[in-house]
């Protein structure tokens, strides 16, 4: 069954730390993987997306990894920012269908001054 | 540059009442089309998909269908609506194939 799992389900932290967010995936033949940034009462924004060649991609301040191997994916937030509390959802696309699109569930990110 | 709109931004309707949520898209031709649900604190949940103007595929049996009238226009609608259709409607783009999808701002929809 194609199942895209994110951890943790929520997360706090303070303002100009780190963090980084899992996403393992059970999704097969695999074609990509996004990662979105979802904004309260918003549509999710893509922020990464990542073939199955590619191990990492950089977007200002995230960086997403991709271990096609072990199936997992991480996105690290470097010196987090109030802005950065959303929630982040990791998207798994397979091969075999266009419309083939699995969804995590997401974490919600807070940062505090 | 594409954009997409969605309208009502949110909605309050009883129990019972017609829906009828519209998505447009701009700046594109021949997209794939989505319309999603989401739950309070819940994942997205694909409602339905279109390849094309007439074409709909539904993912999730329900009370709700939809309609592609135009090529850049997509609906969802529900003849009765039932407390358990309240949540964040999300319409969606992307070109043909398994490639990014753009989405809209979305309508609160709550069901009295």
């Known amino acids: 069954k194609n199942q895209v799992e994110q951890s943790p389900q929520s997360l706090i932290i303070l303002e100009g730390k780190n963090c980084t967010l899992q996403?393992?995936?059970?999704?097969?033949?695999?074609?990509?993987l996004r990662w979105y940034k979802q904004d309260t009462g918003r549509g999710p924004v893509s922020l990464t997306i990542?073939?199955?060649?590619?191990n990492t991609k950089s977007n200002g301040r995230y960086t997403a990894t991709l271990d096609a191997d072990t199936k997992q994916s991480s996105l690290h937030i470097t010196a987090s920012q109030l802005s950065d509390s959303a929630s982040y959802i990791c998207?798994?696309?397979?091969?075999?269908?266009?419309?083939?699109?699995?969804f995590g569930t997401g974490t919600r990110l807070k940062v505090l001054a | 540059s594409q954009t997409i709109h969605q309208w009502p931004a949110t909605l309050v309707q009883p129990v019972g009442s017609p829906l009828s949520l519209e998505c447009t898209v701009e700046g594109t031709s021949n997209p794939n089309l989505y319309w999603y649900r989401q739950a309070a604190g819940r994942g997205l949940q694909l409602l339905f998909y279109?390849?094309?103007?007439?074409?709909i595929s539904s993912e999730v049996p329900q009370n709700l269908s939809a309609s592609r009238p135009q090529d850049r226009q997509f609906i969802l609608s529900s003849k009765k609506l039932l407390l358990s259709d309240s949540g964040f409607y999300l319409c969606a783009w992307s070109i043909q194939g398994p490639y990014e999808q753009y989405f809209g701002p979305g309508t609160r929809l709550t069901v009295t």
């Open positions: 998207v798994v696309s397979a091969i075999s269908g266009t419309y083939k699109y699995i």
């Open positions: 996403c393992n995936y059970t999704v097969s033949p695999f074609s990509n």
């Open positions: 990542m073939t199955f060649s590619e």
């Open positions: 279109s390849v094309g103007i007439g074409q």
